[in-house]
């Protein structure tokens, strides 16, 4: 019987990490068709589905629960070439199948029931060439398969087959790769294979897991043209491969695959079958190999590839790879390990000496004790090294010394990643000429770099050391004798100020190409950096410490280090804190084609920063705090994009800020924004917020237009008031005084003309404060006469009339009203509250330009309109005096005094 069904628990598994890794497909529930195929696996079939279009040419019905393929239900597929019935329930294979689908060329039934397979079944199948039936329980009757004269390609592995013979007279003509693995076949007997007698296309034999443990001489004779043998998982032993190199002694074997046999001893005499073959592969990867004896590859002088990984080899020696003269790469990869008598396993001196022709040695992941002036001896056709993951001794601190066995070794790769360097020493690669790579990525380099380390380099190209676990200091001349450099990766290795130096340490790399110096920290870099560097293209700079060189605040101003390098294709700035780009920092890269600027607090960027990089096609501005996207600042750099990434920005929806980007979007290829359904979201207003940007309503905008005029006139309304009332509330007294000026002189309203022609009694009427009275006594008295009469309250009032009256008659029998303005005065209760309030009516009421002002004392404006309701500003500038210090200027004083109170009372034209 078959295995319980495991079906439903895989397809739970793939649905689990598909939803895992947040892709979850959405749930098939019919057939898809498309290009002529359909696919209907994994739907729960139990019969073939009869409404899929006629023509299609391939149907894949795999994972579904068919117990029965027939030529009733496939035969409306009459053009089908590929039909797929693989991990069903299906026991039987029926004959007119073949017959409905004259076309059919593959036929996939692996992982069914099927049990008995006679002739009848495939009879009608000749144009089939690919036929799976692994998995199954295959019993054949007959000759089943001799009808097939066109298959290539036959797959019985899983069949619990006991024997290899599938056939007793010649059949399968055109066959390439028979499929064999994991049946119960013990042994090959001379005549299982003389039915592919006549199989002169047959290429590979696959018996991986098979119990090998018989061949019989001449078993493979009928199949001699066999190029590929695949013996994996098949645990034969060293005497039953030794067995079987000797039956393909005969044969055209070219690969050999003993994967995972627990071949645990190669003996000297273990490949000696294969002497007189072309084998040019050989793969003992996986078998827990210890002990090599030596001289046991030494028949195998034709190999060209080995593969020894995870094995474990204690020791090679000078006679382990002898006789290998042909072999070009060995892969080493886990190969060595310790062993009981040392505590790392031991390459001899001289141990790939007998390897003239080897150009690729692969050491990867090797602990071994020392690498000797002698290890690497003899390898002359040498060009790539790996060393990686692996930890030499001698490599903590490399010198002249260490790598000097490969002088003679035309090396153009060295990969020494992950191998603990500590130091390097001047000229430690100075033997290797011909060097073009060096890696060193991962390792604990801690020193400053002088230049003499890369001594010798001059053909070196590319550099790597990235990841150093320590820090590397820089000096100006740190590359100075590797002047062919075209990529160097710093990424993660310097320390965070290696990069202030005076002079540029990459400023002779004049065809430098790719510059990375990511993940450093780097905060301070000098506008010179990138100096000469016409030919780089590639910049790494992400996750650095560089937003200050951008501020416009900056000291000496922003920091343009992009200048030198007006060639960059990709620009990589993410994780740098930046909130600033200047205005200038990206102008000349108009080759420039991916910008990333991602997980920086840009915000508000200045207009037209973007418009030199015309020919910008790939734009990361993922996770800022971008709100608006304006075409004055987005307009260039968008226009020819073929991805953006702009999610997980605060969007601002609003007309403003959005609805140009929302409008682009709409009208770009879907596909060249990513992300953009659900992380395009709108922070603000609170309408949109969290709501896609691509929700958000532009016919909201097209009706601006008369909502913008509203807006306009409104605020235009609302901003007068506002004018208005600041107005009148600081300068309503003058408006008002104008105001009822130009009305009255406008409607001729006003007493001026008759009061000209009324004769006053006094010329003035004098108020004043009582402390005032002795200067008006001394000072203003003395001046009246004939033609100028004051009237002064205390004198000139009317005995027995009361008092109010009498103060407003005499001011209407004065041409003028005169204050002695003094503090006093601002303080008397009378001239404040009575007389000032009716000099006041005088003057606004009747339009009588009637007031003159003599100051005796400084008195501030603002006291004075508080205490008078007048200011200087609402009289005539000659009708305000000031009382002068010096006596000299007196007489002037009372020149001006007299022209104030002769004028005439209206205001002049
Ligand atoms: C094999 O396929 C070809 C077309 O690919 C067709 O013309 C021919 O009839 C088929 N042979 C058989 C025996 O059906
Ligand atoms: C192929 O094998 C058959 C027996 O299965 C034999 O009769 C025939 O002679 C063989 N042909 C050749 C060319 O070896
Ligand atoms: C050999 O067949 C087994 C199945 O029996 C398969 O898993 C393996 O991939 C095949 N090897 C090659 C090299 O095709
Ligand atoms: C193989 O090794 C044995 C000892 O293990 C030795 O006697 C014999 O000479 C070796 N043969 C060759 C061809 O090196
Ligand atoms: C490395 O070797 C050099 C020269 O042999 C020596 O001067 C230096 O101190 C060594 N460094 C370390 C860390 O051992
Ligand atoms: C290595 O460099 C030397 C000169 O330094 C040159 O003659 C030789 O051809 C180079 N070898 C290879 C494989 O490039
Ligand atoms: C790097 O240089 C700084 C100052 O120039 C120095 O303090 C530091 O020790 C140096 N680090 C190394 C690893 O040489
Ligand atoms: C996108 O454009 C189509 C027409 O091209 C229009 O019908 C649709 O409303 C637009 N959508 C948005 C969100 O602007």
Not at 364 to 376: D, G, H, M, S
Not at 697 to 704: A, E, G, I, L
Not at 836 to 845: D, G, L, P, Q, S
Request: aromatic share 6%; net charge positive.
């Amino acid at each position: 019987m078959r295995p319980p069904r495991l079906l439903p628990t895989w397809a739970a598994i793939v649905c689990l990490c598909a939803v895992a890794r947040g892709v979850a497909p959405p749930k098939k529930t019919s057939c898809r068709v498309q290009g002529g195929r359909a696919d209907c696996s994994h739907l729960h079939l139990s019969a073939v589905p009869a409404d899929l279009p006629g023509g299609i040419t391939s149907l894949d019905l795999s994972h579904n629960t068919l117990t029965a393929i027939g030529a009733a239900a496939l035969g409306r597929y009459a053009r089908l070439t590929r039909l797929d019935v693989s991990f069903n329930s299906i026991s039987r294979v029926e004959g007119g199948v073949c017959a409905a689908l004259p076309s059919l060329q593959s036929l996939h039934v692996q992982h069914n029931e099927v049990h008995l397979l006679r002739r009848e079944d495939l009879s009608s199948c000749t144009n089939l060439t690919l036929l799976n039936v692994a998995s199954n329980r295959l019993k054949l009757q007959g000759e089943p398969f001799s009808v097939l004269q066109k298959l290539k390609y036959l797959d019985v592995s899983k069949n619990k087959l006991a024997s290899a013979k599938l056939g007793s007279e010649p059949q399968l003509p055109g066959l390439v790769t028979l499929s064999l693995g994991h049946n119960d076949i013990s042994a090959l007997k001379k005549d299982d294979f003389s039915f592919l007698n006549q199989s002169s296309f047959l290429r590979v034999l696959n018996l991986s897991s098979v119990p090998l443990k018989t061949l019989e001489p001449g078993c493979f004779q009928p199949i001699a043209r066999l190029r590929s043998v695949i013996l994996d998982g098949s645990n034969m032993g060293t005497a039953a491969i030794s067995k079987l190199c000797s039956e393909l002694s005969d044969t055209s074997v070219d690969a050999l695959s003993l994967r995972k046999m627990k071949l645990v001893t190669l003996l000297n005499t273990t490949f000696t079958g294969l002497q007189n073959t072309q084998l040019s592969f050989l793969d003992l990867s996986f078998n827990g190999l210890g002990r090599i004896e030596e001289g046991s590859f030494a028949s195998l002088s034709r190999l060209q590839t080995l593969v020894l990984s995870d094995n474990n080899i204690k020791h090679l020696t000078k006679g382990t790879f002898r006789g290998l003269k042909s072999l070009k790469k060995l892969q080493l990869t886990r190969a060595l390990v310790k062993s009981r008598t040392s505590a790392t396993p031991i390459i001899d001196d001289f141990s790939f000496q007998a390897l003239p022709n080897l150009q690729s040695l692969i050491l990867q992941n090797t602990a071994v004790r020392e690498i000797t002036e002698n290890t690497f001896t003899g390898l002359t056709s040498l060009t790539e090294l790996d060393m990686s993951w692996s930890s030499y001794t001698s490599f903590k601190n490399i010198t002249a010394r260490t790598l000097v066995s490969l002088a003679g070794s035309p090396l153009t790769k060295l990969n020494l990643a992950g191998t603990a360097i500590v130091e390097i020493n001047a000229g430690s690669f100075s033997v290797l000429r011909n060097l073009t790579t060096l890696v060193l990525d991962n390792n604990y380099i801690k020193q400053t770099l002088t230049g003499r380390e890369f001594e010798g380099l001059a053909q070196v190209r590319e550099i790597h050391m990235s990841n150093n676990h320590q820090t590397v200091n820089l000096s100006s001349a740190a590359f100075a004798h590797v002047p062919n450099l075209r990529i160097l990766t710093l990424g993660k290795s310097l320390r965070s100020t290696a990069l202030n130096l005076e002079s540029s340490p990459f400023k002779a790399l004049s065809d430098l190409s790719v510059l990375d110096l990511s993940n450093n920290n780097i905060a301070n870099i000098r506008a010179n950096l990138l100096e000469g560097l016409a030919s780089l293209k590639v910049l790494k700079l992400q996750h650095n410490n560089l937003a200050r060189l951008w501020k416009s605040a900056n000291r000496g101003g922003p920091v343009l280090f992009l200048e030198g390098a007006p060639n960059l294709l990709t620009l990589q700035m993410d994780s740098n804190g930046l909130d600033e780009i200047p205005a200038e920092a990206l102008r000349g890269l108009s080759r420039l084609r991916e910008l990333s600027l991602a997980e920086n607090l840009l915000n508000n960027l200045k207009d037209s920063v973007f418009d030199g990089l015309e020919s910008l096609r790939i734009f990361n501005l993922q996770k800022n705090l971008i709100t608006a996207v304006r075409p004055q600042v987005f307009g260039t750099p968008l226009s020819n994009l073929s991805l953006l990434d702009m999610a997980k920005n605060p969007f601002d929806c609003t007309c403003e800020s959005i609805l140009w980007f929302v409008n682009w979007l709409n009208s770009t290829n879907m596909s060249s924004v990513p992300a953009l359904r659900d992380q395009y979201m709108c922070n603000t207003p609170l309408a949109y917020f969290n709501r896609s940007v691509m929700e958000f309503d532009t016919q909201s905008c097209k009706d601006m237009t008369p909502f913008q005029a509203l807006y306009i006139l409104t605020s235009t309304a609302v901003m007068t008031l506002i004018v208005s009332a600041l107005l009148v509330r600081f300068h309503g007294w003058r408006i008002q005084f104008y105001w009822t000026i130009l009305i009255n002189r406008t409607l001729g309203f006003g007493d001026a003309k008759g009061a000209e022609g009324r004769q006053f009694e006094y010329d003035a009427y004098v108020i004043h404060a009582s402390e005032d009275a002795g200067w008006v006594d001394r000072r203003l008295l003395p001046l009246e006469d004939a033609q100028c009469r004051f009237c002064l309250q205390d004198r000139d009032a009317v005995v027995g009339t009361p008092y109010l009256q009498s103060v407003l008659d005499n001011m209407r029998k004065s041409r003028k009203i005169l204050f002695v303005v003094t503090e006093s005065l601002l303080r008397d209760r009378w001239c404040r509250r009575f007389k000032a309030h009716h000099a006041y009516h005088e003057v606004i009421e009747s339009n009588r330009d009637s007031v003159v002002l003599i100051f005796l004392q400084d008195v501030h404006d603002y006291k004075l309109s508080c205490s008078l309701l007048l200011r200087r500003g609402m009289l005539r500038p000659c009708c305000i005096l000031e009382w002068p210090v010096h006596k000299e200027r007196v007489p002037a004083f009372h020149q001006k005094l007299l022209k104030a109170l002769g004028m005439t009372n209206r205001l002049q034209e």
